[in-house]
């Protein structure tokens, strides 16, 4: 079955440094998604992406946030200047369409953990 | 953010009797309802969904029930099997919005 793919699975890094989380959609997927949860908390959305170019996001995607689909099957969230309080898990999600409902699709996630 | 609730945080069921997984929400612009179950160290994994316009849906051991006028939700699963132990997220999309509102997950726990 076809499935989300995320790289890297934990990723450290210094506060103020900047990271790229990768995540490789299925294939005949056309929208794109980034959760993310904090240890001990909700998942909790972030930004939705589709025909090249941001249809949604949340409070918490501000300006030090950022997503590309930079090729045909890439799709790439960037954190500028990290955060201690950026620590958590990053989910990657795609589906086919919104119009049929049919549900978003998650892969196992990075594990970002900022000293 | 208190959208959608999962006031059990865990449960703990003999391997073939049934597991009732409970959700309430208290948006009434929701239209349309998931289950996904995770594994540690694995992302949420599709299990079924539900729109608004239905009460019940059913797929192989797994039928999700829609109480609108309660804006209340259930999974049941029966009958249950150890490898269903994970934990279990409750997530809501209202119209015209591709965002899913997650529930804290209710740990299920299948023993022999």
């Known amino acids: 079955e076809p499935e989300v793919t995320q790289t890297p699975s934990h990723q450290v890094t210094q506060m103020g440094q900047e990271v790229i989380l990768r995540c490789v959609p299925i294939s005949n997927h056309l929208y794109f998604y980034w959760y993310r949860q904090i240890l001990g908390q909700k998942v909790e959305f972030l930004v939705s992406?589709?025909?090249?170019?941001?249809?949604?996001k949340s409070e918490i995607f501000d300006d030090q946030f950022s997503v590309e689909r930079p090729d045909g099957s890439n799709f790439t969230l960037k954190i500028r200047s990290t955060k201690l309080e950026d620590s958590a898990m990053y989910f990657c999600a795609s589906r086919t369409d919104r119009v049929s409902n049919q549900p978003q699709h998650f892969g196992d996630g990075t594990r970002l953990s900022i000293l | 953010d208190q959208q959608v609730k999962q006031n059990s945080p865990s449960l703990s069921v003999q391997e073939g009797r049934i597991s009732i997984l409970n959700c309430d929400y208290t948006?009434?612009?929701?239209?349309?309802f998931l289950w996904y179950k995770k594994y540690p160290a694995e992302g949420p994994t599709f299990l079924i969904s539900?729109?608004?316009?239905?009460d019940k849906n059913e797929d192989g051991r797994f039928t999700v029930f829609l109480n609108k006028s309660a804006k209340h939700l259930s999974l049941h699963i029966v009958p249950s099997q150890p490898g269903d132990s994970a934990v279990y997220f409750c997530a809501a999309s209202a119209l015209n919005t591709d965002k899913l509102i997650f529930g804290t997950g209710t740990r299920l726990q299948v023993f022999p």
């Open positions: 948006n009434s612009m929701f239209d349309y």
């Open positions: 992406f589709y025909n090249n170019e941001i249809s949604e």
């Open positions: 539900i729109s608004s316009i239905k």
